[in-house]
């Protein structure tokens, strides 16, 4: 592992096509994303769940190209900048609004700038699949207008932009400073906790814990749906890393190989870890949580894929995909949290996990605080101001449908019509 990143290379022609076909590849990561948690959730709400999904990154894009990609910029303004104990502290981006002259920009500004704006899309989308079934479609719009705009973005220019996250190598000596180049913290962690955020505000499907102590299994709907969407976004997950890699740890097209070997690998671990995990549980594989399990060591590999060898990305996949079904397991039996997508294990919980990877298995002194320092941000600041943020836009935009729209099911109530209008969808026992 090399924490020290290279110095900024000069983007020639062919660098540059190697990483916009990279990105270009990247959005298959959000196809699979999606897929998998239209098949998790209900047969009722399949349609409102994938036009949510186009609603949810559509708004979230035009908000950051707006707002967000100003304040998420590299080059911070003085007004930016704090200075604490004699040390200089970048707190946000100062770039124009609606982005004015970014054609004038450099290719290699730009290229950070799709990415950011893949980026603030899956982040979006994130806790849209943890409302299934009940989350109203303007207010996962309004979620993801809010978080381009007042979250996102900073916690990029902290991570990406050279913020102080990313200067805490400089001002400290803690390593590299914070190191997250394929999003496990500025992408995942903070769509989990937002997931974790509309949970508790939405509450759990009605039937879900009709009793405390218990609760009533809902699978998803269409298990071949969320199999597929696995296999989708290591195609994407594969580009996404790679790119990740080349854009902010300016790693070399030599290394780049071994960063996709290290991403499937992780992933495979974490599959094999949850494919034993449920076997031994139940007595026999349960293919939902295995594809959460697949899902997490991928989510790992963005943190740690471009900086651990390849038997240290088979043990990071392995550790997710032991806690993560244990955790969704966790969530629903003893915190009674209905979560469909499993997203806070997945996203947040293998997230985290990445992160701290990464200082983990760090040659150089101090890394890991930084890690921690990171992680300690994420957990500490962004779940509260993200909580705070959603509370008040629950209070505008009510997130929960109403209980006859509920028992009728997304499609109906929000579309009016369903995705599978040549069959009869049932009804849950709990609404007779």
């Known amino acids: ?31 699979g994303v999606a897929i998998i948690n239209v098949g998790l959730g209900r047969s009722r709400s399949a349609a409102q769940s994938l036009l949510g999904t186009l609603v949810v990154i559509s708004t979230a894009v035009i908000a950051f190209f707006a707002v967000g990609a100003a304040l998420a910029e590299s080059s911070a303004g003085f007004d930016h900048t704090l200075r604490i104990s004699g040390k200089f502290w970048d707190w946000a981006g100062a770039g124009a609004l609606f982005l004015r002259g970014e054609s004038a920009v450099p290719a290699r500004a730009q290229l950070d700038l799709f990415f950011e704006a893949l980026a603030v ?12 079934d009940r989350l109203r479609l303007p207010a996962g719009a309004a979620i ?79 298990v071949v749906y969320v199999l597929f969407g696995c296999l989708l976004a290591l195609a994407g997950w594969l580009a996404w890393n790679m790119a990740g890699s080349i854009l902010w740890l300016n790693a070399s097209p030599t290394t780049l190989v071994i960063t996709a070997i ?23 594989p349960d293919a939902s949580l295995c594809a959460n399990g697949w899902l997490a060591g991928l989510v790992t590999s963005s943190a740690c894929a471009a900086l651990v060898t390849p038997l240290e990305a088979v043990a990071t996949g392995v550790i997710a995909g032991i806690i993560t079904p244990l955790l969704v397991e966790l969530f629903e039996l003893a915190l009674s949290i209905d979560d469909p997508a499993g997203a806070i294990s997945v996203h947040a919980a293998a997230g985290l996990w990445g992160l701290a990877a990464v200082g983990i298995f760090a040659p150089r002194s101090g890394q890991f605080l930084a890690q921690l320092v990171g992680i300690s941000t994420l957990l500490g600041l962004v779940l509260p101001v993200v909580y705070l943020l959603f509370s008040l836009i629950d209070r505008v935009m009510p997130f929960r449908a109403d209980p006859d729209g509920e028992r009728l099911g997304m499609d109906l109530h929000e579309l009016g019509g369903g995705a599978y209008p040549e069959f009869v969808i049932h009804r849950d026992e709990s609404y007779r």
């Open 144 to 222: 993801a207008a809010a978080l381009p705009v007042l979250v996102f973005p900073f916690l990029a220019h902290w991570i990406w932009g050279g913020g102080w996250l990313a200067q805490l190598g400089a001002n400290f000596g803690l390593g590299a400073g914070f190191l997250d180049a394929g999003g496990a913290g500025c992408v995942h962690a903070l769509g989990g906790l937002s997931a974790l955020a509309v949970v508790w505000i939405a509450g759990p499907r009605k039937g879900k814990f009709p009793r405390e102590g218990l609760s009533t299994a809902m699978p998803g709907h269409n």
């Open 1 to 31: 592992m090399n924490p020290n990143p290279a110095p900024p290379i000069a983007f020639s022609d062919a660098a540059f096509a190697l990483s916009l076909g990279l990105l270009l590849l990247s959005p298959l990561v959000i196809a």
């Open 121 to 132: 899309a899956l982040a979006a989308m994130i806790p849209w699949g943890s409302g299934a």
């Open 262 to 284: 290290n991403t499937l690998l992780s992933a495979a671990g974490a599959l094999v870890a949850a494919f034993s995990v449920t076997r031994i549980r139940f007595g026999k």
